[in-house]
Every structure is written in C-alpha cells, then in structure tokens.
T-cell receptor
Framework: EDQVTQSPEALRLQEGESSSLNCSYT??????LFWYRQDPGKGPEFLFT???AGEEKEKERLKATLTKKESFLHITAPKPEDSATYLC????????????????FGQGTILTVHP | DGGITQSPKYLFRKEGQNVTLSCEQN?????MYWYRQDPGQGLRLIYY???????QKGDIAEGYSVSREKKESFPLTVTSAQKNPTAFYLC????????????FGPGTRLTVL
C-alpha cells in the first residue's frame, strides 16, 4: 500500500527564516510526486510535479526536490503570505486494468510565517 | 477563465436526508474525482471517473453515489447511509495522459444538523 508521511506537522517561522518541509513516501512504481498549497477553507492549489529522483523545480521562494524515498519543499526567505498548509501526494503505478494511478496524500504541514 | 466550480460553498443536511454536491469543470479534462477532507487527515478518494458514463469507487465510497452524464459535470450525492458526512468535500479534474496533475475546485463544506 502506498504511504505518504509529512513532517513536521506544523512549522512556525519568522519572516526571512528559510526552512524545509519533508515528504517521505513508499509507492509501487512512482509516476509522480505532487506538491499543493492549501489556504484555510479553500481547495488545494497545484504547485509542482516531480517525476524522477534528482529532479528539482522552483517557483518564487519555493523549491521542490526529489529522492527515491522523500521530497523536500525548501522555502527561502518566507513571507507571511506563504502561510498555508502544504500537501504532498504520490501517484503510483496504475492497477486494476485501468490507466488511473491512485493519488495518495499526506496529512500536510501547516506553515505559519510571522512578520 | 478555465477552472473548476463547486456549489454550494456551504451545505447543511438534516439526519436522513440525501444531498447533492455540484462539480463543473471547463478545463476539457476527461477525468474527475471526489475527495473528502477531515481535520488532521489526508484527502481520501470517494469516487473517480475517467470517461463519461463510467466511474469507479475509491477508498471510501460507502454512503455516496455519483453520475457522469456529461464530460463537464460530476455530481456527488451524499446519502442517508453515510453515517458521518460532516466534512469538506473537494472535486478535482485531470487529463488521462501520463502527465495528469489534478486540479481542485474550491470545495463544499457539508454539516449535518
């Protein structure tokens, strides 16, 4: 069974204090690892997809990296508007005769950035 | 603007009632999904559909039903058989090729009175 564990559960940072969020996973045949941002009471907003170990992607103050066992979301010089819950999900190999590879989500990391 | 809409934003249900949550997308995606989100838990898949007139059960389908009569629409009915329906419900859509990121709607919060 595919599993995703995110740590820490919550992270408090001062504005400008860089840090990283961790997503550890086990999956049978990784098709993709996804990062989303979710604001309170809203739907998740897509950030990145990573497909293979060694891949990196950047967007503004965010940088996502991938190894064979985990992914990191690095936040450089965060601002208060970066406060949100960050969700990680993995998509495994399709099964059951369909082309659908199930998405398994972690519980998320709640990031709070104080001014 | 392309996107996914869900309605209503808030929904209140009395015990024993069936309620239907709407999900519409204009992204021309073939696949659509329904998730449930509870505090402290990851998103859990209720149903998904990869093509019109076909859908599959996810991990927690009991007490829910769906239909997919149009490519753009994937309504979810929460039946009276669902014992604990209070949750945040999220609809998503994606393509069905190898690169198939899922994009989410704004969600519907269902509360049982």
């Amino acid at each position: 069974e595919d599993q995703v564990t995110q740590s820490p559960e919550a992270l408090r940072l001062q504005e400008g204090e860089s840090s990283s969020l961790n997503c550890s996973y086990t999956v049978s045949g990784l098709r993709g690892l996804f990062w989303y941002r979710q604001d309170p009471g809203k739907g998740p907003e897509f950030l990145f997809t990573l497909y293979s170990a060694g891949e990196e992607k950047e967007k503004e103050r965010l940088k996502a990296t991938l190894t064979k066992k985990e992914s990191f979301l690095h936040i450089t010089a965060p601002k208060p508007e970066d406060s949100a819950t960050y969700l990680c999900a993995v998509q495994g190999r399709p099964g059951g005769g369909t082309s659908y590879g199930k998405l398994t989500f972690g519980q998320g990391t709640i990031l709070t950035v104080h001014p | 603007d392309g996107g996914i809409t869900q309605s209503p934003k808030y929904l209140f249900r009395k015990e024993g009632q069936n309620v239907t949550l709407s999900c519409e997308q204009n992204l021309n995606h073939d696949a659509m999904y329904w998730y449930r989100q509870d505090p402290g838990q990851g998103l859990r898949l209720i149903y998904y559909s990869q093509i019109v007139n076909d859908f599959q059960k996810g991990d927690i389908a009991e007490g829910y039903s769906v239909s997919r009569e149009k490519k753009e629409s994937f309504p979810l009915t929460v039946t009276s058989a669902q014992k604990n329906p209070t949750a945040f419900y999220l609809c998503a859509s994606s393509g069905t090729g190898f690169y198939n990121e899922q994009f989410f709607g704004p969600g519907t919060r269902l509360t049982v009175l």
